[in-house]
């Protein structure tokens, strides 16, 4: 039994060991994609909008920063899951805000809810996408004003920007591969998203 207790706390030391060690390579890889993604959104934000104006970098893109640079990986940072998730949410904030304008309270928790299960239906599930939904609710008078154009100008244009700096910074090295499966783009063909 005792041998048995030491060889757990053994395994348990490695597994904590394996991962608390700092990667720097990683990392440099994670700070490089993520700072060329949302910097090229603000220039690009900067050039055509003005230094005050912050039209162009809506607020999710930093979570989806996070995955698609972070945890490339992960079945929630892929290119259907970011983009689809983005555009669904955004269709769905903004159709839920012409119906329901006048009650906030009821129009943030239905547009959040409603895209979440809209993602979930379509298998394109990206968190950042609900906060996406939920800024077309509260967000500046602005982004209300866009209405639809609010999918096409913020949302779906600048989760390709991130898609886009996505393809390139996390290939460039042999040890970071995105997206997860090689044939993303075939999104169209029977079986896709089958192991």
Do not use: C
């Not at 030491?6 to 700072?35: M, N, P, V």
């Not at 490339?72 to 119906?99: C, D, E, F, W, Y």
Request: glycine share 10%; charged share 10%.
């Amino acid at each position: 039994m005792r041998n048995k207790l030491r060889k757990h706390a053994r395994q348990a030391r490695y597994i904590l060991y394996q991962e608390t060690l700092f990667d720097f390579k990683e990392h440099l890889w994670t700070f490089l994609g993520s700072f060329a993604g949302i910097g090229l959104i603000g220039l690009l934000n900067r050039h055509y909008l003005g230094p005050h104006d912050t039209l162009l970098l809506v607020g999710s893109f930093g979570a989806s920063s996070v995955l698609v640079y972070g945890i490339i990986n992960s079945p929630l940072a892929q290119p259907r899951n970011l983009i689809g998730g983005h555009v669904l949410s955004a269709l769905i904030g903004v159709t839920v805000q012409k119906l329901v304008p006048g009650e906030l309270w009821l129009a943030s928790a239905l547009a959040v809810a409603l895209s979440i299960i809209g993602m979930q239906m379509t298998k394109t599930l990206h968190p950042p996408g609900g906060a996406t939904a939920l800024i077309a609710n509260v967000g500046s008078a602005q982004i209300k004003a866009l209405g639809y154009y609010y999918v096409l100008m913020p949302v779906l244009s600048g989760a390709i920007i991130l898609l886009l700096v996505a393809l390139l910074f996390n290939n460039i090295t042999p040890t970071r591969r995105y997206p997860a499966n090689k044939y993303w783009y075939k999104v169209w063909q029977r079986g896709y998203g089958r192991a």
